[in-house]
């Protein structure tokens, strides 16, 4: 093993595995912003951090029942990704930021195009933000700070979504707004995210 390779493997079995498969999404997802596949994860993780990520007993494959345990602690405790097994994943700003502190760790160079998934999520994050300003929820919202009056149309319209959209899309959607109030320091939507949520918990599936 080279001496770079070296320093990479000592580097890496000292970070956690949930930072771990952060940095694998965003290797996958750097340079387009796309989603990922729960498969180009675990095959990714395994690929970069192979003494982490492969099957006790069997070195030569990758164990998927971590990286499995990794993204929903990544998702549901941590906020790092947003995304589902079916629909795909992506990285949130948090998660960002963690892959890209994992970097400095690792001592890497940026993949290609990395740069450039900041400033599209900020991009990203404005329009979000903008559309939430023009919903009459939002607008009612802040004249009373309650939601007595939103409906689940209502819900569906705010978060972009259908108003048979899954409850699994509706939290990612959900998430997504939420990392943009947090990246633009914007407090009243932030109030309002939390307000739906406890509004439509039901909806969303959260208990």
Do not use: C
């Not at 599209?120 to 929820?137: A, C, P």
């Amino acid at each position: 093993m080279a001496p770079a390779q070296s320093a990479v493997a000592t580097a890496y079995e000292h970070i956690s595995y949930d930072d771990l498969v952060t940095y694998a999404v965003y290797r996958l997802t750097a340079g387009n912003g796309s989603q990922t596949t729960f498969e180009d994860i675990v095959a990714e993780a395994f690929k970069l951090f192979p003494k982490r990520f492969s099957l006790r007993g069997y070195p030569e494959w990758p164990d998927s029942a971590v990286v499995n345990k990794s993204w929903l602690r990544s998702r549901t405790d941590k906020k790092y990704i947003v995304g589902s097994v079916k629909d795909g994943f992506r990285l949130t700003q948090r998660g960002l930021d963690v892959a890209e502190r994992v970097e400095r760790q690792l001592g890497q160079s940026s993949p290609e195009g990395g740069r450039s998934l900041k400033s599209e999520l900020r991009t990203r994050s404005g329009r979000l933000l903008r559309s939430m300003e023009r919903s009459q929820s939002f607008l009612d919202f802040r004249k009373s700070g309650r939601l007595d009056n939103m409906t689940e149309d209502d819900l569906a319209d705010v978060l972009l979504a259908m108003p048979d959209t899954p409850s699994s899309r509706l939290v990612g959607n959900l998430e997504q707004f939420r990392d943009a109030a947090i990246l633009y320091d914007r407090s009243d939507m932030q109030e309002f995210l939390d307000a739906i949520q406890g509004r439509f918990s039901a909806r969303l599936g959260i208990h």
